[in-house]
């Protein structure tokens, strides 16, 4: 049994469908087809990820016992050592299990294992929580794929879980548990510190098949008490101008619109790791992701939306703030094809806004490491690399569809079936955008014809999955 932060825990149990975090067995060998078959957008955001020097052998692990975001007195910022070689080792896993390589897996184990065997630190001051969280999800994430890789397993991937749960989870515990002194208000730090520690409270647990740190995080995402929790990371539903449709006003809108899409980003993250072990988040009070991401990018694409004032006792807005409006992550991907393509929702300005996204990174959106300066935090923040793991076509849907679940997951979506298969019949013959936004806005389907193979798209998939440009100004303040 293990004690942090006020939390018991069982070392191990055996619940969780692996690999299941932001990637899946669908997921591999569904892009495995599309580079066989040499599809667009597919193959050339893989083309991307396979030219990156930090995705290719040799690579050489810059592991250190200590690391920081920021210079502190005798202390120079090094965190960019562990966030690169976190990004590496990701994409040299997902080559692995892409192509089958073992050299790529190897490489990746390589440095996995070396920052288990030296990382004891990961900084002193608030900045701490941010490693624990945008690193600790990214970093259990390239284990996951690891997992079944035999000389990992053997040698090294008990060291790394060690290291996971002692530097990474316990301060994101911690953290969410509001035991620093910092933390005086709960709603003291913006949301996304938290948003970031409830991802890789998720991801370890699924690394470890710890179900009882699983169940804290899912619970503080529904039920918390900080800006962590879905209902204070969007805090207020307000009305769209002209249509009444509602929208999900964020947390740090009145902050700056370069935050705003770390959220979305971060968002995207906890969704589809706990769709990929049958918790459907994204669905949760009313799809209030999809309402906050609807919100977010139909200001971002520069149209008004209102806005209610916000404090936390500590800041106050009666704006929403232009600074960074426009921002692009590799964030709408996985939000557009979850809710849009699986599920059949209508969702034009998330449509538009990954429209965006494809025309400011040349057609795809690509992943960390691939893009952007490799020492500024804001490029490593996410892995991304939606294109190639989320996004979808009618085919695709169709297989999802068809793909087997399990009796419990069922039983719960069930009594949507009869509803679903309505929607789907009606979608046959009709757009599936039905514009409620400006009649002005773009509603291509996420750059599809620029690569000749515009489609519309009517999908409604019911059941979970089986069970078996200012990037440099993201999260650095002290709140």
Not at 85 to 107: I, P, Q, S
Not at 338 to 347: D, F, L, N, S, T
Request: hydrophobic share 40%; glycine share 8%.
């Amino acid at each position: 049994m293990k004690w942090f932060a006020g939390l018991l825990w069982p070392a191990l149990a055996t619940c969780f469908s692996h690999p299941g975090l932001l990637v899946s067995d669908s997921d591999i060998s569904r892009l495995q087809g599309k580079i066989a078959a040499q599809l667009d957008p597919w193959t050339s955001c893989w083309d991307s990820l396979v030219r990156m020097t930090t995705a290719d052998v040799p690579y050489s692990p810059q592991a250190v016992s200590s690391v920081d975001r920021d210079a502190e007195g005798d202390t120079a910022a090094n965190a960019y050592l562990l966030w690169q070689d976190t990004a590496a080792a990701f994409a040299l896993a997902l080559r692995w299990k892409v192509e089958g390589n073992t050299t790529y897996a190897d490489a990746a184990a390589e440095i996995l294992t070396a920052w288990a065997g030296n990382l004891t630190s990961i900084g002193s001051n608030d900045d701490q929580y941010l490693v624990a969280g945008l690193q600790g999800h990214e970093l259990a994430n390239a284990a996951e794929l690891l997992r079944d890789y035999e000389p990992f397993q053997e040698n090294g991937l008990a060291q790394f879980i060690e290291m996971m749960e002692t530097v990474f989870l316990a301060k994101n515990i911690y953290f969410l548990e509001h035991l620093d002194g910092s933390e005086h208000n709960v709603l003291h730090f913006f949301a996304n510190w938290e948003l970031s520690q409830v991802a890789s409270v998720m991801a370890i647990s699924v690394l470890t098949d710890n179900q009882t740190t699983w169940d804290f995080a899912v619970d503080y995402f529904k039920n918390g008490t900080g800006n962590g929790a879905i209902n204070n990371a969007i805090t207020n539903i307000v009305e769209e101008p002209g249509t009444g449709n509602p929208l999900g006003q964020g947390q740090e809108e009145g902050r700056d619109q370069g935050h705003s899409a770390m959220d979305y980003a971060l968002l995207g993250v906890i969704g589809q790791q706990a769709w990929n072990q049958g918790e459907d988040l994204f669905a949760y009070n009313d799809s209030r992701i999809l309402l906050g991401a609807e919100y977010f990018a139909r200001y971002n694409l520069g149209y008004d939306v209102p806005f209610e004032p916000y404090t936390n006792g500590i800041v106050s807005y009666t704006n929403i703030s232009s600074a960074s409006r426009g921002n692009v992550r590799w964030a709408w991907e996985v939000l557009y094809n979850h809710y849009v393509m699986i599920k059949g929702q209508e969702a034009p300005w998330t449509t538009e806004y990954l429209n965006a996204t494809y025309e400011t990174f040349g057609g795809f959106e690509p992943g960390s490491g691939s893009y952007g300066d490799p020492w500024d935090s804001g490029y490593y923040d996410t892995l991304g690399w939606g294109t190639i793991l989320y996004h979808l076509n009618a085919s695709d849907v169709a297989a999802l569809q068809n793909q087997s679940v399990s009796s419990s997951v069922y039983a719960s979506a069930s009594a949507s079936v009869a509803s679903a298969s309505a929607s789907v019949a009606s979608a046959t013959s009709t757009s599936a955008f039905v514009s409620s936004a400006s009649s002005s806005a773009t509603l291509a389907v996420g750059n599809y014809a620029a690569h000749g193979h515009h489609h519309t798209h009517h999908p409604i998939v019911t059941a979970l999955p089986e069970t078996d440009d200012s990037w440099d100004d993201c999260g650095d303040e002290d709140w």
